[in-house]
Structures are given as structure tokens and as C-alpha cells.
């Protein structure tokens, strides 16, 4: 057991994330009183964490190629440090010590998405709606994910067509501008809803929201069992061009395993499905070190999602949550194939790139395994959007529904509050004048 200790510190909770990047939980102790690695408080975060990382280094002899980031927003603050300097991938390397692929990385996605997406215009938001409902509940999911029948799906649907006449009405009185830049509809799975249940859904937010000057309407289909001709063609007529169908992986075995009750065959059909409607963008998101999934697994998943064509393909490392079935069943599972699940992600870049795919998003999750980051690729520029805004954190995002996390951008000083509706459906339900309530009081409209 290693003893840490930081005078001077109350809050040691960042410290602790660092540490857990070299060790185990039950490896080490915060402690109060003696300790064999002692830190002094001088002013400096970034200080007493270079120590701490040095330290840790030379302890177990790891250099974690994130440095001391521990944040999930690398690309955010390669952007602040661009303010102030012209090299911030330098910046990154020697102040924060990045490995130079990762501050490399960051900067090329940094630049790619500026010129793509361009900066938000002043006073835009982007809105996110979600459907707590899956057909299943997948092994490593820590998401708003209920397994329901009709009726409940017709309460949630009831409460979430006043939350959106609600908020619409309060971005018109405010008599300001807001264009809404994107709107995503998440969750769960909002395919699981049918075909009626979407028309009238997304009639409603068109009718409430001004969505004129829209640049991008994505919509999650993420389980391919939930997607139809019917439900396609309610999408495209409302102006929807990007969905996600997201099977994780192309496996049966592995399907079975994380619980998704859906076949590879399935994953064909909605490709299918998709492009003969003439849906203009499908992102696919693929995990890297699903249980079992060896490095040759991973790639030949890439190399049957590259065949179907997606434009956009996302690679994530599972990260496995406290509220997942699967850290109930593999308390440790994150520690676990650290570097062969690095090695996917290494060769599934150089895959994609190959086949003229560029990074144009990156985010980190905390409690990943091999401290690895998530990254979306794109084809042809077709950058989300959606995507990039959630990272950069420069606009304001609406967010209706079980789980939503309003965030208003407040940009003469450049912060984000936060109006959080509450996760469990049931009770967004019940407190559903509530939930548009505290959107009022947040102030939703003062971007
Ligand atoms: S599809 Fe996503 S939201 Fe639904 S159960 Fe699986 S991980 Fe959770």
C-alpha cells in the first residue's frame, strides 16, 4: 500500500484520478497523517501533478501517454492554449506532459473541426432530446436505459411533448435570437419508438423550435433491430441527415455476451434500410475490449463496418461504470488487457486513416481501460456537428427529457451552468412542471 499525502488540498478528488491511472484501487491510500509521497500546495494544480506524476512514473515505471490529464476535454484546452500561445501541442507535451502522439492528435482534430464546423454562431444552441427506452439493457451500459412496455412509452412521450412546447415558447418570448445550430435525439434508443410515436415527435419539436437555419439532425438508431423503411422515411421527411447505428461489434458471440438480443444480420439489414432510403450520414460506433474481443476481433469489426460503408465511425474503449451489470460481475475488469486494448485503437487509426478517414473528435472517459481516449472519425468533412459542440462547451445546449443536462454558455465569461433534469423516467414524469420550471429559473435563454 502507497501513501499519499497533499497538505494544503481539500479536495483531493483529481489528484486521486491521476493516481488511479498508474494504480489499483486498494494499491493506495489518501492519507491524513503519514505518507510516503508528501505534496505541498503552492498555488499550482499543474505543479503538485507533475510531481505526482514523476513520482508515480518512476514507481511503477508507466508513462501514461495522457500526461496528467486527467479531464475528458483535451481538444478544449489545446483551443485555450491557442489563445495565448502559437505551438500548443509544445504546451501540451512539456507543461502537461502528453506523449507527442497524443498532443499531436489533439492538435490535428483542433484544427480539422475549426475548419470544418467554424466557431457557433453568437447566441445559437444546439438541442439534445433523449429516449430513455432500449429493447435491452446492454452489460456495460451506465446510461438511462429502461426496458418498458407501451403505456410507459406513452406517459414519457405525453411528458416530453410539454417540455417541448414548454421550452419553445420560452425561447420565443424572450424576443432574442436563438437559432438552433443541430438538434440530436439520444438516449437509450429513440428507434425503439414507432414510426407514428417519431412522425409526431419530431412534427412537434419542428412545430415549437425554429429549425431554419439547422446545419445537422441527427438521430440515434443505435440498435439495429429497431430500424425500419417506415421509421427511415419519418425520419428524412422531417429533415433528419445523420442517424448512428451502433451494434459495437460485429460478432454474434460477443452480441450475446453484452446482452443485445439483436444479430450481425440485423446490422446488414439497417444498413440497408438506411442507404436505400438515402440517409446522407451513418455513424457507427465500435468498442474496443468488449469481453472476449481479441486485437484480430477488433479489427475485422472495422474492416466489416468500413464495407457497409459508414461516414462516420466512432472508436470507444469500454469503460466500465458502477451502474453496469458488468462491474458487478468484473469489479476490475478496466485494469484488465490495458495494453492490448491500446494496441486496437493504435492499428484501428492507422485503418482508418488509410482509408481516408480523419479524426475530427476526441473525448476521455474516466474509469477506461489502458487510459486511452475516444475518437470520431469522419469521411468526405461529414464532422458532427453535434459532436464538436459538446466538447468545445462555447454554446448552449438544451437538453429535454429523462437524464437531460441543460448547459447555458454564458460567453462574456466564458462558463457553463448546468439545469439537470432528473434521469429516472418515472419520476421526469411525475415532475415534469418541475423539470421546465428549473429551465426557467436557470435562465435557458440568457445565451
Ligand atoms: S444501447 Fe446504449 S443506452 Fe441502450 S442499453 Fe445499450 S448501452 Fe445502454
Known sequence: MVRFKFNGIENTNQYEELIKVFLQPGEYEISASEAEYIYEYTGDKDAVKRRLYSDLAALTGKRPKWGILTGIRPVKLAGELQKSCTHPAEVLQKDYYLHDSKAALTKEILDYQRAVCGAPEEGSMSVYIGIPFCPTRCLYCSFTS???????????????????????????????????????????????????????????????????????????????????????????????????????????????????????????????????????????????????????????????????????????????????????????????????????????????????????????????????????????????????????????????????ISKVYYPEKNRLERIANVSNYEIYIQRIDEMIERKRTGGITEC
Open 146 to 404: 429502461n426496458q418498458v412496455g407501451e403505456s410507459e412509452i406513452i406517459r414519457y412521450l405525453e411528458a416530453l411533448h410539454k417540455e417541448i412546447e414548454a421550452c419553445g415558447a420560452m425561447l420565443r418570448q424572450d424576443g432574442k435570437k436563438h437559432p438552433i445550430e443541430s438538434v440530436y435525439f439520444g438516449g437509450g434508443t429513440p428507434t425503439t419508438l414507432s414510426a407514428e410515436q417519431l412522425d409526431a415527435l419530431l412534427t412537434h419539436t419542428a412545430k415549437f423550435f425554429d429549425l431554419s437555419k439547422i446545419r445537422e439532425y441527427t438521430v440515434e438508431a443505435g440498435r439495429p433491430d429497431t430500424i425500419t423503411k417506415d421509421k427511415s422515411d419519418v425520419l428524412l421527411s422531417h429533415g433528419v441527415d445523420r442517424i448512428s447505428i451502433n451494434p459495437q461489434t460485429m460478432k454474434q458471440r460477443t452480441l450475446e455476451l453484452i446482452g443485445r438480443k439483436h444479430t450481425v444480420e440485423d446490422v446488414y439489414k439497417a444498413f440497408e434500410i438506411a442507404k436505400a432510403c438515402g440517409v446522407p450520414t451513418i455513424n457507427t460506433d465500435l468498442i474496443a475490449g468488449l469481453p472476449e474481443e481479441t486485437h484480430e476481433d477488433f479489427l475485422q469489426n472495422l474492416q466489416e463496418i468500413l464495407k457497409l460503408g459508414a461516414d462516420n465511425i466512432t472508436l470507444h474503449t469500454l469503460a466500465v461504470k458502477r451502474a453496469s451489470k458488468l462491474k458487478e460481475l468484473d469489479e476490475n475488469f478496466n485494469y484488465k488487457d490495458e495494453l492490448l486494448r491500446e494496441m486496437m485503437l493504435r492499428d484501428a487509426h492507422e485503418i482508418l486513416r488509410s482509408e481516408g478517414y480523419r479524426p475530427y473528435y476526441l473525448y476521455r472517459q474516466k474509469h477506461t481501460s489502458g487510459n486511452t481516449e475516444n475518437t470520431g472519425f469522419c469521411k468526405d468533412d461529414k464532422a458532427s456537428i453535434y459532436n464538436v459542440r459538446i466538447m468545445e462547451e462555447a454554446q448552449t445546449i438544451l437538453a429535454l427529457g429523462a437524464g437531460g
